[in-house]
């Protein structure tokens, strides 16, 4: 390819959508079935979804089309035409482009930087000037805008993923896929991101092929969906036409093939006077502490939990959530103040945590959970190798037993579902999903007294989320306290008593959830207290 | 069935990398003018095309053993130390001056002391790279390189001075062990025991970090510190516990360098092992039973260097070619090994 610069300004697609047919592919991972002859039609500038449970294969089709696996078997047709795509590099000369649910951007760069730098026909030497009248005049077109000179570690994760797309659009994509691309974002986010691409369809620029677990975002959006499940072509409808209903039947197959997993019922909470006589299990007094780049994120923040009851912490990602949760998980020194648990200090050692029963689920569980050159089994085992089930021996509590090891996560695994079923898997050949359930057995396979937990449904389907909403119940109808931080209000009042919200680092609002207000909380989230 | 297919898929970029090796070797020979292919078949039959050549190539392997683990200890749990170099001289100094001081008493209490020094001595100079990470967030691997460095320099110093034995003139060494206080030959071979020794130090380490929880726990920290600290695992004594470990293997390769070949401490101590071993560690993956394979195959460069020297007159930086060559294609290959594979 020639170093010359592209010449956004004059037409976004100059090709045009693409149209894309996928016929009977097949993937194989060793023994699983990943996707066993899968088609799927997806019209030009259409803005089509892709749905399934955890684990059905709709990543590892989309990394076929976009070149990152090689399908075993059958071949895709773009605009009509056979293409073999080998590579990413295929795939992006094709005019395919990819947005993960996580981020790739380059987080010490400007956003002018990450925008230039992503050109897979990078010159050996920028025309900066030129480069950035381009960009200019690229996001002048946009009807989403993000400061070209702002730095990325200084985005919020909705314009990060905002940043993402422009990566795509700026390089003239035809067809964009997006993997879950809205579960780092709120509500309100993902509307602004996904209308901006719903409108470029309508334009007749660009083709989406989006994978979700969100109906909202299904019915609001989609021309059409395709459903799988388990590997195989479930169902496929056009949109309106098809109701959440059938989309949902589709997604889970047969009813009675499958184990019952009722949705939440909402329970009583505990009456309000006999909670004030329940134990405070967690006490958090007066904390402090920075984020990476040493700014404060958590200022002067205290609360407290009993048993019983779950907290929720609300508020728009950025405002100090993920540092709290890193310090009571451990992760992160706090700078001042002080944390009680059961009336003692709390440190987070693993002494402490078992003493206490302290365990959590935290979000992204592969990258703060789990060990991902482990096994399931091994990673399951991540709270309880030094202890006696696990351990064997002369003097218990020094051999490990790796048969026990197994047996136990063998165990755990039928107990909550996670698939496919298999102990020795790396755990990073499962799905988002079945991730998430196992940090989950592991993390609820002992008797909880104080549970942590940040946005544990992100990337869930719905039965899946719904099974972790009803194990959190649970786990407080056992008299744990739970401190639930999440960026989906709904959850949040759905499932807990009490309700603060954060911003700036701060609680700026506290309520009971019986008496919450939307409206005010929202208010609070954005920082109107002030 | 499918650990077969494992270990299959993690021996091609070994093997490929060993191949390309090869072909880069053969094409800077004949460049610098010399018969590429005669010098291809020296290095095979200065390595392992004899009986000597055997016996040469295992002699240097047990050493690299050591050193090797001095690397995979640590790397298991999330550390990369490089100064293998420097515990090795100090352990081996240590080694041969309680040697020396003990002279008189039992031969078994000798040698049990002398590895006891060695061991200390290693895993505490390796050690102060791991506590500085752990309390300071010194990255360890410059540390351990500065380390080295320095680790030599004492060596030199007390051995040129303090402890110099008076009767050794143009080469200065410490003090002669009693000729009773050194370790043989195993039966049948001329390859010392320190052989042996080191095949029974990677099984050691490999059991230790397979079957035991304190190994499981160094994984953990290696695999995902953020893992470990949400689970309370105590990361930063961990990491230290792991230096401090793998220090010691690196001591251990000096006292039998000192107690089976030299004899008594001196600069010829320092013969690059410590280095071979990161090279080994690295091909090894860090797994202690790869580095038996790494250090025969290391130690087999080594031995072939004096046939290429002498047949073919090459110079002495064409060994040191081969194994920076290697190390590179290893790591080449092996980061493209993790790109085709799973990820994402
Ligand atoms: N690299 C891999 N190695 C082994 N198995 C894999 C790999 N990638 C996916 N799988 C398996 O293939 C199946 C489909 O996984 P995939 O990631 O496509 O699911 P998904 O539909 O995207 O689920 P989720 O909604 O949870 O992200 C799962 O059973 C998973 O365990
Ligand atoms: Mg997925």
Redesign the pocket.
Known sequence: MDGRLPDHAASLMPDGPLSIQAIEISKR??D?H?LDQVSLQVDAASFHCLL?E????????VKCLAGFYRQDGGSFLLAGREQDIRSPRDAHKLGIGMVYQHFTVASGMTVAENLMLARDDLPWLLNLAREHQALQSFMADMSFRLDLSARVADLSAGEKQKLEILKQLYQKRRLLILD?PTSVLTPAEADEVLGMLHQLTRQRKLTVLM?T?KFREVTAYADAVTV?RR?RLAGTGRLPETGTDEMASMMMGNPENRPVQTGPERTIPAKAQSMNLAAERLIIRGLHGSNDRGVPAVTDLDLVVRSGEMIGVAGVSGNGQKELVEILLGQRDASAGEILVDGLPYRATRHEMRLHGVYSLPEEPLRNACVSSMTVAENMALRNFDQVPVTAGWKTGWFLSRRRMVARSRSLIAEFGV??PDPM?PID??????VQRAVLARELGQPVNLLIVANPVF?L?FAAAAAIHQRLQMAREAGAAILLVSEDLDELLALTDRLVVMSAGRIVHAVATADADPVAIGHHMAGGHA | MNMYRQALDSLRPIVAAIVVTAGAFALFVAASGYPAVEALMLVGKGAFGSGFAWQNTLSRAAPIMFTALCVAVPARAGMVIIGGEGALALGGLAAAMVGVWWASRPVVMVLAGMALAAWVTGGLWIGISGWLRYRRGVNETISSLLLAYIGQAVFNFLVEGWLRDPASLNKPSTAPLDSRDMIGNIPGMEVHWGLAWGVLACLAAWWLLRHTVFGFAIDIVGGNPRAAKMTGLPVGRLMLAASVLGGGFAGLAGMFEVAAVQGCANADLMAGYGYQGILVSFAARHHPLGVIAGAILIGGLGASNSLLQRHLDLPDAAAQVLQGLLFVSLLAFETLNRRGG?HA
């Open positions: 991972f060793g699983i990943a399934g955890n684990g059905a294969g709709k990543s590892t089709l879950e994978i677990h799988l590997g698939r496919p898997l050949g499962l799905s988002g999903g079945n990337g389907d | 799973r």
